[in-house]
């Protein structure tokens, strides 16, 4: 079992997401922010000065095809275009920025941001999410195992079974055998009293 799930582990290690580096990364601009308010049209604007960006998306070329002209939607023509993309989307005052890759009519994300109080951040992905839960499974597990072999034993009369290691109860056991003695000690010297 501890082969198998060692493989497992070892194929999801090779999932390519971010780093914990990665994600703390973060990118702020106080002076473009005193300038312009942020809303779902200039979050876009925001981002596009961040490194996070990328500026071979269709958001920057289709920006520098009308940057002197206004001749179309920009939001609809993205939409019909291939390639990668990015979208705003305001829940609460935060601004989430989708990376998507559209192929024909399949749409899948790439990469997401977030904008909270005018810091832009890094997302995690739902392979960070899952590694991370992995992690803490398989390190459970681990300690779980090795603590088993520890406490298993064999006995030819009981056979394999598990030693107990819960020091509360030897302490409770100890000091039973010590009140007990205690008691007994008053008690006889009570009785030798009344003779």
């Known amino acids: 079992m501890i082969r198998c799930l060692q ?15 990665e994600l ?44 002197f ?52 951040f890094k997302g995690t992905t739902q392979y960070g999410v899952a590694k991370a839960r992995m992690y803490n499974f398989l390190f459970f597990v681990d300690e779980s195992i090795e603590k088993f072999y520890k406490r298993r034993d064999y006995d030819p009369y009981k056979g394999l079974f598990l030693k107990s290691t819960d020091k509360s109860d030897e302490e409770a056991k100890q000091k039973d055998k010590e009140e007990d003695a205690i008691r007994e000690y008053v008690l006889r010297e009570l009785a030798f009293d009344r003779f």
């Open 7 to 21: 493989k497992v582990f070892s194929e999801f290690h090779q999932i390519t997401n971010p780093s914990a580096q």
């Open 24 to 67: 703390m990364h973060s990118f702020t601009d106080p002076s473009w922010l005193e300038e312009n308010p942020l809303t779902t049209e200039t979050a876009i604007s925001y981002f596009a000065r961040s490194p996070f960006y990328d500026g071979s998306c269709l958001n920057e070329t289709l920006r520098m095809q009308t940057q």
């Open 69 to 120: 002209s206004n001749f179309f939607d920009l939001n609809q023509k993205l939409q019909e275009l291939d390639g990668l993309r990015y979208f705003v989307e305001e829940k609460n005052e935060i601004f989430y920025i989708y990376k998507i890759n559209k192929q024909k009519t399949e749409e899948t994300l790439v990469d997401f941001h977030y904008i909270m109080f005018g810091t832009i």
